[in-house]
Antibody, heavy 127, light 108 residues
Framework: QLQLQESGPGLVKPSETLSLTCTVSGGSISSSSYYWGWIRQPPGKGLEWIGSIYYSGSTYYNPSLKSRVTISVDTSKNQFSLKLSSVTAADTAVYYC???????????????????WGQGTLVTVSS | SYELTQPPSVSVSPGQTARITCSGDALPKQYAYWYQQKPGQAPVLVIYKDSERPSGIPERFSGSSSGTTVTLTISGVQAEDEADYYCQSADSSGFSWVFGGGTKLTVL
């Protein structure tokens, strides 16, 4: 059974860079048809997709965060990582990693969803 | 930026049918997905590709699509179904994914 686990600092200072890693177990991060994504949820609020990466390194980012986000993958460790720069209090959230399933037919990937998800990790931005 | 619109809350009595809607301009061309999130837990996929149900999800959960609106229907609601529900889809480009604002389902 595929499992994902987020790790990283729970407290980050304003203007610094938030760094998180997601470790995948029970399956290979190099599997075809799967991207690997980051989603966040501010306390008491809704979900926001941050970005997704393929094992080859191909990425998609949320346009509203693109200038501050970098997602990378380490296939040797079965991990992928998130870096979010110049953080403010508005970046305080529970950060989830998830498998991004991309269902492709005839070269068209029209179906994309997130399953399963990691348990999430709370990152607080505060001095 | 693209948005998906959900009602903030829906309330039903046990055994009744709950319907949660999600509206978005690109929905006629993009699939929709639904997630259930209970307090303190990660979201769980309950419907994919508009109306498909993952293994392990009870049959009382179903999804449908009509034009710019998709609907999650929970038939014979049980107390354990009380949770937040989020729809998810893609914008017209197909390469940027968004979530609705979420709907809190209360079982009276």
């Amino acid at each position: 059974q595929l499992q994902l686990q987020e790790s990283g600092p729970g407290l980050v200072k304003p203007s610094e860079t938030l760094s998180l890693t997601c470790t995948v177990s029970g399956g290979s991060i190099s599997s075809s048809s799967y991207y690997w994504g980051w989603i966040r949820q501010p306390p008491g609020k809704g979900l926001e997709w941050i970005g997704s990466i393929y094992y080859s390194g191909s990425t998609y980012y949320n346009p509203s965060l693109k200038s501050r986000v970098t997602i990378s993958v380490d296939t040797s460790k079965n991990q992928f990582s998130l870096k979010l720069s110049s953080v403010t209090a508005a970046d305080t959230a529970v950060y989830y990693c998830a498998r991004h399933v991309s269902d492709c037919t005839g070269g068209v990937c029209a179906a994309n969803w997130f399953d399963p998800w990691g348990q999430g990790t709370l990152v607080t931005v505060s001095s | 930026s693209y948005e998906l619109t959900q009602p903030p809350s829906v309330s039903v009595s046990p055994g009744q049918t709950a319907r949660i809607t999600c509206s978005g301009d690109a929905l006629p061309k993009q699939y929709a997905y639904w997630y259930q999130q209970k307090p303190g837990q990660a979201p769980v996929l309950v419907i994919y590709k508009d109306s498909e149900r993952p293994s392990g999800i009870p049959e009382r959960f179903s999804g449908s699509s009509s034009g710019t609106t998709v609907t999650l229907t929970i038939s014979g609601v049980q107390a354990e179904d009380e949770a937040d529900y989020y729809c998810q889809s893609a914008d017209s480009s197909g390469f940027s994914w968004v979530f609705g604002g979420g709907t809190k389902l209360t079982v009276l």
